[in-house]
């Protein structure tokens, strides 16, 4: 089975590349998958020279004039692209027979979001509360999206994986949340649902009374932060539409098509580079990032409320990414196999799995979960990420693959 290991640059900044790359060539993994663009954060490195690695929003590699010159988004640049690390992690991997991936995270950036809070989601009550969260439905920050698109492309990468190119959720719209309010899924579904101009408009060009939409938002999010009672329960069209009713619904459900027209956009730029693109669904991230134990409802089910119709999508896009954080291997030949009836047979499935915590406490059960992966009609696995787990958790990739003698 084919498949990659994510790195980070910082990775390989501090232990040289070929040292990297001969590591996970020595795990039988042929591909590499790099950060090429990535967003703020502060993680755990046990292997990293300074073992805690503070990562900024931005590119690893000079931004080109031709692309970002006239548009009013340019991304930041990450400390050392001017070395352009990227080009020295290209030629290791020639070496090593190794092909590499560009992997971007594109709305999610929290840097331009404060600088250029009117292209953020604009929520019901009108406020701009999530800067991390680039609105897809913003002119500009479409043009932006593809401009980062060819600018990874054009970094000799066979593929560029796309995360974060589809709505956000409200937890994602900051670095750290602070609320003593209880909000129930449900709530938190409608205060990041985004209400700007441009988004509005394309809801009412569908038929969608998108100011009744607004004012049934910002009616029940108001009563929950006056005191009312919370929804329970997990975040289904159904129980939605008891809770909000059929215009919230619509609403949510309209914002497909302009993550599926961007999207498009971003494919088409990223082949007319020569390259190919992979689109990442956030939704596993929402469900089992933080214990590895999601809800029931599968991931390709619910991608709808990140403004995600697999099924258009998967006419556009030659590959998808399916982000499978669970400890369970039934559930995750469930969510591969859900994914691969919505995208269809001939569209390439690369499936994310975490060797580690929270997810894998066992070469055994990472081997279980690549072997799901396979029989659910999976075409690639690829690990997240080496710079994050220690040695001892990474040296059970072999031995899952099937490459331990």
């Not at 590349?17 to 502060?42: D, F, K, P, S």
């Not at 390439?348 to 992966?373: F, M």
Request: include cysteine.
């Amino acid at each position: 089975m084919e498949g990659s290991v994510h790195v980070f640059v910082e990775d390989v900044r501090d232990e040289g590349a070929r040292r990297v790359l001969g590591r996970i060539a020595e795990y039988g993994v042929r591909e590499v998958t790099v950060a090429a663009a990535y967003h703020a954060a502060r993680d755990v490195t046990p292997h990293g020279a300074s073992r805690v690695t503070l990562r900024s929003d931005g590119v690893h590699f000079p931004p080109p004039d031709d692309l970002f010159a006239n548009l009013r988004l340019t991304p930041p640049v990450q400390p050392g692209a001017q070395d352009e690390p990227l080009a020295a992690l290209r030629e290791a991997a020639d070496d090593h027979g190794m092909v590499l991936h560009g992997w971007a995270v594109f709305l999610q950036n929290v840097t331009l979001g404060l600088a250029n809070l009117d292209l953020t989601v604009q929520d019901c009550f009108g406020g701009r509360g999530s800067p991390a969260a680039l609105c897809p439905a913003q002119p500009d920050v479409r043009l932006y999206s593809v401009a980062l698109a060819r600018a990874v492309a054009r970094q000799g990468v066979r593929s560029v994986v796309a995360e974060s190119l589809h709505f956000g959720t409200f937890a994602q719209g900051y670095r750290q949340d602070r609320s003593y309010v209880p909000l129930g899924p449900m709530d938190e579904f409608l205060l990041g649902l985004c209400f700007c101009s441009w988004c509005m408009r394309r809801a009412a060009d569908l038929g969608v009374k998108a100011e009744v939409a607004r004012e049934e938002c910002a009616r029940i999010i108001g009563g929950v932060l006056d005191g009312d009672p919370p929804a329970q329960g997990e975040v289904t069209r159904a129980a939605l539409t008891a809770y909000a009713g059929p215009e919230v619904v619509a609403y949510a459900r309209a914002r497909s098509e302009t993550v599926t027209s961007l999207v498009s956009e971003v494919s088409s730029a990223v082949a007319a580079e020569g390259s190919r693109l992979t689109f990442v669904d956030g939704t596993g991230h929402g469900k089992g990032y933080a214990d590895g134990l999601p809800p029931a409802g599968l991931a390709a089910h619910d991608a709808w409320q990140l403004g995600v119709d697999l099924v258009a999508l998967g006419d556009l896009v030659p590959s998808f990414g399916v982000l499978a954080y669970a400890r369970d291997a039934a559930r995750v030949a469930d969510d591969v196999g859900a994914y691969r009836r919505s995208v269809g047979n001939d569209r390439e499935l690369r499936v994310v799995l975490r060797p580690g915590r929270p997810d894998t406490d066992s070469e055994d059960r990472l081997a279980a979960k690549v072997r799901a992966v396979r029989a659910a009609g999976g075409d690639a696995v690829d690990f997240h990420a080496y710079g994050l787990v220690p040695y001892s958790v990474l040296n059970r990739i072999p031995g899952a693959l099937g490459h331990r003698p």
